[in-house]
């Protein structure tokens, strides 16, 4: 394994890492990527080349849009051939879902290409945005004996461990261990070593090189249920004018109550050309339709599963096969089939 003569592009998109308190209302805000690297002036010691593209002015993830994710795709694909790897900076909040959208529209993606972020400001003496930086770097810059890429896909670093991005949700607003892919092994863990496992995965298209895919239609809707969920309620969500998919979150293995209503509505949601994905309220686990008959008569209803995937990944898949003018057919078969690793089959 080697860093030599690596080159990275370091990609700021803002989020807590790279913000400063307000001194009058005391709310964090952005501040520009030189003053973050005023902060880590380690930057200067690796032994290749880091440039920087910094989006102007930096945004907090909760104001992650389909265009960012675009203008992401679009930088790295304009900057491919120059760089073996590239390094995000992203807020959290919204990281699970860029990661995921991401491993969808880079498609062919052969280097690696790793967002991180922080939960205290670089500034702040105990930040954990400076290590999740320094090792996210080394990480993209790691190639093999052969010079190929050793994590060539999308992923999430933070809190010393790699995860495959479009596994991951971010699952704590307070602790440095925010994120966890509770479906898929860790790629990587960072101590003393930083020690890699089941990587060097590449997807399909691979052979042709970077195809960068820029379509992404967002008329989705993510429907959780509840006990006591209304029927009006669900008419109203699944009756709303050009909705084109939902992302069903059902009890455990991909169960919901035994309504007439709600299979009914359901089923006429399916019949109108309506996507609906099944995934599973729980971290962990798999949706299962024919376990129980809570979970049947979904599938009856027409409801496509989702396997074991997160939330944010579902979305952003059905946001890029609608993009894509995929049909309701094409798209079941594309949600039976793994794109880039975001379900186990
Ligand atoms: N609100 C911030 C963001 O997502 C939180 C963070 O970066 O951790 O941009």
């Given at each position: 394994m080697t860093t030599a003569n690596a080159s990275i592009l370091l990609i700021y998109t803002g989020g807590t890492i790279g913000m400063i308190e307000n001194?009058?209302?005391g709310a964090l805000e952005n501040f520009s990527f030189d003053r973050l690297r005023q902060h880590i002036p380690?930057?200067?010691?690796?032994?290749f080349s880091i440039d920087s593209f910094q989006f102007?002015?930096?945004?907090?993830?909760?104001?992650?849009e389909p265009e960012a994710w675009q203008r992401l795709v679009r930088i790295i694909s304009d900057n491919y051939d120059r760089y073996s790897g590239f390094v995000i900076l992203h807020g959290t909040d919204t990281m699970a879902y860029t990661a995921s959208a991401l491993s969808f529209m880079l498609?062919?993606?052969?280097?690696p290409v790793i967002l991180t972020g922080s939960q205290?400001?670089?500034?702040?003496?105990?930040?954990?945005g400076r290590e999740n930086l320094l090792t996210s770097i080394e990480i993209a810059a790691t190639r093999d004996d052969e010079g190929r890429?050793?994590?060539p896909e999308v992923c999430i670093f933070f809190e010393n461990h790699l995860m495959r991005g479009n596994r991951t949700?971010?699952?704590?607003?307070?602790?440095?261990?925010?994120?966890?892919s509770s479906n898929y092994p860790v790629l990587a863990k960072a101590g003393i070593h930083i020690k890699y496992y089941n990587t060097a995965r590449r997807f399909s298209g691979v052979e042709e090189g970077l195809q960068p895919q820029y379509s992404m239609d967002s008329n989705v809707v993510v429907l959780k249920l509840f006990p006591g969920i209304k029927e009006q309620v669900v008419a109203s969500i699944l009756g709303?004018?050009?909705?084109?998919?939902v992302v069903l979150e059902t009890y455990g293995s991909g169960n919901a109550p035994r309504k007439e209503w709600l299979v009914n509505l359901i089923s006429d949601a399916c019949r109108r050309g309506i996507v609906v994905v099944n995934v599973t309220q729980c971290n962990g686990g798999t949706v299962e339709?024919?376990?129980?008959e809570t979970g049947y008569q979904l599938l009856q209803a027409g409801v496509i599963s989702g396997y074991d995937s997160t939330t944010e990944s579902a979305v952003t898949k059905l946001m890029f096969l609608l993009g894509h003018g995929c049909s309701p057919e094409d798209i079941r078969a594309r949600m039976n089939s793994s794109m880039a690793g975001e379900i186990t089959l």
């Open positions: 001194p009058v209302t380690e930057l200067g010691r690796f032994d102007d002015p930096p945004i907090d993830s909760s104001d992650m498609k062919g993606l052969d280097k205290l400001p670089i500034g702040v003496l105990r930040t954990d890429a050793l994590v949700t971010k699952i704590n607003a307070e602790n440095f261990n925010a994120f966890r709303i004018e050009g909705l084109k998919g339709m024919e376990r129980y």
